[in-house]
């Protein structure tokens, strides 16, 4: 065998003569199929260079001989006959990774070919032109093994002995193309962003062909795009695909599905080929601006909202996604700019629209605003397509409410002096009521916050004034918390804080600072200091008071040295400074003091003293000239004209009532024993104590009216049933009452009218007294 050709055949040389054998490899191999191939040896040895056995014997060196057969070889056998088998020497076939789909074979003589000639030996060492058939067990796959390796050896068939050495030969596997490209993935997914020029890649797909690249085209992959145009388009030797289509828009359209081939052969007609599919996201680019879906917003808010209270929200549409449709808003515009504030809210990217300052129906009823809304993300590619903001109107109108008084200021100092009289004003609150239609106001006090009720205030105007003497030293500051309702709603309230500062006069006399337990020495000597005494006082300023002392008159023996305070008005008091007077030694030191002590009253001057004594005199001076005027006023005539005419007059021994009283009973009844009745008992009372009720004995008929009313009051005073107290008793016969003012209980009035004592104050200084008892205040008609 010298060569071989593409069309499995093959050419071997013998005595100088070639000759050229067929090689059948047809493709699709299958298992079993017979190798046919014819060579020639010249030896003595009668003996083969090729041999069949599936034998895996052992590996010897061989000459080596490569044989090519093609991978699509079909399993088969050779078309020799058997039958012309002649003789037969087996071979065996060794080889490094033998195995199916390679069996063993036979040899035969191949008389046909007269050309094998060779020399002729004897009939027994005849050389025989045999012929080794080789088999395929299985399909072959170039894929899984490109070329396989095998060792031959002939055997005497009698002597089942070798006849040469092994001889090695390869056999290869040519490719052909029964394998179409494959992709990795069956589904690629990709995104490219919106408005992207033509071009723009977006993904490469790359396909693969497990046949042999170096032989022939069945591995060359041309990639073609079958579904997706005309959006997109792939490059065929590459497999990128890239965008066709200009600005595509991802609010039209956002998925694209796209199908690719991949085809070996180069693309030409009947190469195999593969598909995959690739879907396309179109990702989102800040290309369109937000928009109000209204010009003009109406909103609605109390004008009791407190500040940062939200009244409403405003939305501005953006068709973008993401952080591409985040939208600022602020306030750009308008009469309200400094009554309203906006705050953009994140998450539902709304504009938030809050109180900033108070409000007020009555100043102002409606509002203006103009609100923007404005990308954050504004990619400048994109800024041919306008500005990336819009504007609204939003028009807030003021609801009115029922509001509470308010008071002219935030809180009130009023100070006085704590030697003012009681009811003196010390200050005036003011409030009003807000609303367009106002309502008369009501004050008050929080008495929680005045428990001794040492103030009160005026109802109608707000007036605070004194109920009670104040004190500075018991507390300088008063704080009081007044109340102004309305009184058409008292529900609504407000409550303002008043100070009332307490000033400070001088209406404290001073006092001494401690106790003094002073005593001098009997031999003591003019001049010399006995004590330093320190005196004290509750009036300001606290620890700054300068005080003078002096000594009364009756103790001449000591003097105290003045420091000529002048203070006004001066207050002044008197202490008790107790000194002993002791025997002493030559130093001073006390060695025995008496019981006695003298007792020297500090602290009054003499003009003091004056003072009081005069007050005292003209004191007693008024109350005699007061009671000396009583005494000489004329008594009232009984008759104070000449018309005045009664027609019965009667005359006594001493004085009585007039006329109105002699109707009040009859003198013939009184005279009359048979008028007096017996004596009944009260239905009212329970008596206590049982009696039997006798019959009083009648007057004889002379009998004198005044015995007789002595006889009955003895009577009623001895009788155990008769009330202790002023009760009204009923009489058998009484006459009309009297005009004359009676000062019994059971005249005293029972209507609110009579327990009216007001007039008491227009009555004159002299009756002051009887007024605060029974007048009563303003404060008390308030509460």
Partial sequence: MKEGDTNHRMQTAGKGKETESPLKLPEGMQPYQLLDFKLLTFNSYKTMNLCCFNSLEQEFPAVLMDQSIAESYVAGKSSDSEAEILKLDYYSLHGKGIKPPWSSGHLQLDEEDEDAAFSTPTAEDRTLLKTCDIHATRRIDREEKAFYTLRAQAINRRTLRPVEPESEFVIKIHDINDNEPTFPEEIYTASVPEMSVVGTSVVQVTATDADDPSYGNSARVIYSILQGQPYFSVEPETGIIRTALPNMNRENREQYQVVIQAKDMGGQMGGLSGTTTVNITLTDVNDNPPRFPQNTIHLRVLESSPVGTAIGSVKATDADTGKNAEVEYRIIDGDGTDMFDIVTEKDTQEGIITVKQPLDYESRRLYTLKVEAENTHVDPRFYYLGPFKDTTIVKISIEDVDEPPIFSRSSYLFEVHEDIEVGTI??????????????????????????????????????????????????????????????????????????????????????????????????????????????????????????????????????????????????????????????????????????????????????????????????????????????????????????????????????????????????????????IEEKKLRRDIIPETLFIPRRTPTAPDNTDVRDFINERLKEHDLDPTAPPYDSLATYAYEGNDSIAESLSSLESGTTEGDQNYDYLREWGPRFNKLAEMYGGGESDKDS
């Fill in 426 to 675: 010390i200050g005036t609150v003011m409030a009003r009521d807000p609303d367009s239609i106002s309502s008369p106001i009501r004050f008050s006090l929080d008495r929680h916050t005045d428990l001794d009720r040492i103030f009160n205030i005026h109802s109608g105007n707000g007036s605070l004034y004194t109920s009670k003497p104040l004190d500075r030293e018991l507390s300088q500051w008063h704080n009081l918390t007044v109340i102004a309702a309305e009184i058409n709603n008292p529900k609504e309230t407000t409550r303002v804080a008043v100070f009332v500062r307490i000033l400070d006069v001088n209406d404290n006399a001073p006092q001494f600072a401690v106790f003094y337990d002073t005593f001098v020495c009997e031999n003591a000597r003019p001049g010399q200091l006995i004590q330093t005494i320190s005196a004290v006082d509750k009036d300001d300023p606290l620890g700054g008071q300068k005080f003078f002392f002096s000594l009364a008159a009756v103790n001449p023996n000591f003097t105290v040295q003045d420091n000529e305070d002048n203070d006004y008005p001066i207050q002044s008091s008197t202490g008790t400074l107790t000194i002993r007077v002791c025997a002493c030694d030559s130093q001073g030191n006390m060695q025995s003091c008496s019981a006695e002590a003298l007792l020297l009253p500090a602290g009054l001057s003499t003009g003091a003293l004056i003072a009081i004594l005069l007050c005292i005199i003209i004191l007693l001076v008024i109350v005699v000239l007061f009671a000396a005027l009583k005494r000489q006023r004329k008594k009232e005539p009984l008759i104070l004209s000449k018309e005045d005419i009664r027609d019965n007059i009667v005359s006594y021994n001493d004085e009585g009532g007039g006329e109105e009283d002699t109707q009040a009973f009859d003198i013939g009844t009184l005279r009359n024993p048979a008028a």
